[in-house]
């Protein structure tokens, strides 16, 4: 489990430099180098953040995921909990799942840039970049990370200018920082992978304790 430092000074600090590092890779050699979002008149609040959900959007029961890309208790999660989640709750309509990221360091800034490029296709790119976590995660410097993570983007059949466009998104990455940071708050989530069922904070837990906790819910 992954414990989330609080400071919001370190948040500001990976979204700067994870932003701006990001933002130089994506450039044309000898091209003007901006900062992400420096030069734009719109503002991170201007920014609506699409909320990420799977299963019946009108169920009594909403389970709320709260993940870190770079979390390896989050990767086993989903290699194992999530998939039969999914085939007994999720499929079959019976609950609300929304995934919602936690940023603990710029890695896992980038991986969600590239999971959110395009909506439709992002709980595909989460599962690729869980499935590829201890390779990514390890490839060594900030431009291997990147590159690796550009080729899961890649495969999951992200057009590749649309792809550079989102990693050099530096409001979008400024807005997903805010909306991380009030739903932390608001839920008290201080590791990952956290469960909020029904308003009700949980930490990770075997299937068979999730399966209990959503039966006695669902009535």
Known sequence: MKRIATSALLAI??????????????????????????????????????????????AAVEVIEYASYTCPHCANF?????????????????????????????????????ARCEPSKFFGITDLVYKGQQDWARAGSDAAIAGELRKIGLLAGVDKDKLESCLSDGTKLRALVEWYQANAEEH??????????????????????FKSILDDELG
């Open 188 to 209: 008290g989530i201080t590791s990952t992978p956290s469960f909020v069922i029904n308003g009700t904070k949980y930490s990770n837990m075997p299937y068979d304790e």
């Open 13 to 58: 600090g990976l979204l700067a430099g994870g932003g701006w590092w990001i933002s130089q890779q994506a450039a044309p050699k000898g091209a003007e180098i901006v900062l992400p979002g420096a030069a734009s008149a719109q503002t991170a609040a201007d920014v609506e953040i699409v909320e990420m959900v799977q299963g019946n959007a009108d």
């Open 78 to 114: 989903h290699a194992n909990t999530y998939k039969q989640l999914k085939a007994d709750y999720i499929d079959t309509g019976k609950i609300k799942f929304t995934y919602r990221e936690v940023y603990f360091d710029k890695y896992g800034m980038w991986a969600s840039l590239i």
